[in-house]
């Protein structure tokens, strides 16, 4: 069998020419039996014809399939790269140039699916933040609007509303600040700055930051019993810290009235820490778990929107315990509470 598949256009031009010079010598030859103007036929035929059909090949074909690695590859090659290419690497043939072209082509197709894919991330997520920043907005200027209507000169209505107004100026505020952090951890602006610190003396600077709210639910915060021996991670402290006041000011919402908030701390195998603050709230149905930490993803809109968060916070732990190179995860059923957990990178000596 000839080993058609890899023909070099050379190889091609020379069995082609030996096809056509071969059969008019012996035709000579049977004619005029002189050995020596029959090999000179031949010769004259094979050379003639070797490079009539190369130049043919090479012009039509290889130059059409060089025009398509043209559209293909957006690199440019040098001069000696070109005069490599042409002629010291071996020639493709047309099976690898085909290859080449379906590679390219499942390429462009991945390509063209993640842009459709982050187009429909973009307009999910441009509905989300109008639908966030129309209901302060627009309860601002209803209250600005009653206001001016008259009720700044009523005392008993004037203060009421104009408290109302700044607990919506606040939640914007909140909503641009957590937008802004959010923006930064996807850009990969914010460095990281890592240092040893023991990872429950922060969980108690938590706490007492959040002890106001707490209180307000008679919520209490402890510390798993056990789990007091102090550990020491490799973190950024500061981010750290906002990731656990997201979680713990989570647990306060969601929680339930009279309940606890306990947060605990393992040693795996030696590397890493696992951190994990559990509540005995409402919980969470399986259904939303895995889109949880979404951006603006909540279990029940109008109920989370109601208690104040920017839908932004699970985001947010996200970003930065995977700036980490670590993972956070959570554990919920409804009625029951839920517990979120992430792992640090233990002490560096
Ligand atoms: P939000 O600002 O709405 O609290 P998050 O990103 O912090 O946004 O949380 C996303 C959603 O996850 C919340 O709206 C809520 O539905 C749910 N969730 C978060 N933490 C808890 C929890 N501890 N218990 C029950 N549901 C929770």
Redesign the pocket.
């Known amino acids: 069998m000839l080993p058609t598949k890899n023909f070099s256009p050379q190889q091609l031009s020379a069995l082609t020419a030996f096809c056509l010079s071969a059969p008019i010598a012996a035709a000579l030859y049977y004619f005029k039996p002189v050995w020596w103007i029959a090999l000179i036929t031949l010769l004259v035929v094979f050379l003639g014809s070797f490079a009539l059909i190369l130049f043919m090949v090479q012009r039509f074909i290889y130059r059409k399939i060089k025009l398509i690695y043209k559209l293909i590859y957006q690199t440019k090659a040098s001069k000696r790269e070109e005069f490599y290419y042409k002629n010291i690497l071996p020639q493709k043939s047309i099976d690898e140039v085909r290859e080449d072209v379906e590679k390219w082509a499942e390429q462009r197709k991945a390509e063209i699916e993640l842009l459709k894919k982050n187009e429909a991330f973009r307009k999910e997520f441009l509905q989300n933040l109008s639908h966030e920043l129309k209901t302060p907005i627009f309860a601002i200027q209803g209250y600005v609007d009653t206001l001016l209507n008259g009720a700044l000169e009523k005392p008993e209505v004037n203060r009421k509303f104009l408290s109302s107004t700044s607990r919506n100026i606040d939640r914007l505020v909140n909503l641009l600040n957590d937008l802004d952090e959010i923006s930064k951890l996807e850009s990969g602006e914010q460095l990281l700055y890592k240092e040893n610190f023991i990872i429950q003396d922060l969980i108690k600077e938590v706490y007492e930051t959040l002890s106001i709210k707490a209180e307000e639910n008679s919520i209490r915060l402890i510390i798993k019993k056990g789990c007091e021996v102090p550990l020491s991670v490799f973190a950024d402290k500061e981010k750290i810290r906002q990731v656990l006041i997201?979680l713990v000011e989570?647990?306060i919402?969601?929680?339930k009235k009279n309940g606890t908030i306990e947060a605990s701390v393992y040693k795996i195998d030696g590397k890493l820490i696992l951190i994990e603050i559990g509540?005995d709230?409402?919980?969470?149905a399986e259904e939303h778990l895995k889109r949880?930490f979404e951006r603006f993803?909540?279990?029940?809109q109008a109920r989370?929107r109601k208690i104040g968060?920017?839908?932004?916070?699970?985001?947010i732990c996200k970003h930065i315990i995977e700036a980490h190179g670590q993972t956070i995860h959570v554990r919920s059923s409804l009625d029951v509470g839920?517990t979120?957990g992430f792992t640090l990178e233990s002490k560096k000596d």
């Open positions: 997201n989570n647990a919402k969601y929680g509540d709230g409402a919980g969470i949880i993803y909540r279990t029940d989370s968060g920017s839908g932004l916070g699970l985001a839920s979120f």
